[in-house]
């Protein structure tokens, strides 16, 4: 789930209402056996790697870690965004971001991947890596380039 949109504020966190709001539909999918994780977006109010911790740890679930939704919100993706949040990864989101020029293929952007999977590596990550591109055009040979940058940093 996301954390609700923020709007102009820029205040860390989140509201208590939105807090609560999230622990209800925490709580709900405990009980019925789903797993929630709360992801970083930018605009929402679990934008960056600190918010999103902040957010995750009060409402007590996982995260779905994306560093490039986090350095769209002005954040860092990596080192210190996944500092905040290297105890709570249960799901990763992989792109790649410019300011100048927004989504791009991986290794085109500011995201530091290679170090961000050698972290993720050391601190025994096991789970999904999901390819988001958001690219608006040359969409299935980005998609072939992902997957090949990726395959290749994961296979060292």
């Known amino acids: 789930?996301?954390?609700?949109?923020r709007g102009d504020s820029r205040d860390p966190g989140a509201p208590e209402e939105a807090i609560e709001k999230l622990r209800a539909a925490a709580d709900r999918c405990r009980r019925t056996g789903v797993d929630m994780q709360v992801e970083n977006v930018a605009?929402?109010?679990?934008?960056?790697?600190?918010?999103?911790?902040?957010?995750?740890?009060?409402v007590g679930v996982k995260?779905?870690?994306?560093?490039?939704?986090a350095?769209?919100?002005?954040?860092?993706?990596f080192p210190s965004g996944y500092q905040a949040v290297r105890d709570l990864v249960g799901h990763v989101h992989v792109k790649d971001w410019t300011r100048e020029d927004g989504w791009r293929i991986l290794g085109q952007g500011t995201m530091d991947w290679?170090?961000?999977?050698?972290?993720?590596?050391?601190?025994g990550y096991a789970g999904f890596y999901c390819?988001?591109?958001?690219?608006?055009?040359?969409?299935?040979?980005g998609a072939r380039?992902?997957?090949e940058y990726l395959r290749g940093h994961l296979s060292r």
């Open 1 to 5: 789930v996301f954390s609700f949109m």
């Open 43 to 58: 605009g929402g109010w679990a934008d960056t790697g600190g918010n999103l911790s902040l957010i995750a740890r009060a």
């Open 63 to 69: 995260v779905v870690w994306d560093p490039g939704n």
């Open 71 to 77: 350095q769209a919100a002005g954040g860092e993706g």
């Open 114 to 123: 290679p170090g961000q999977l050698a972290a993720l590596a050391d601190d």
């Open 131 to 141: 390819i988001e591109s958001h690219l608006k055009e040359h969409v299935v040979e």
């Open 145 to 147: 380039a992902n997957a």
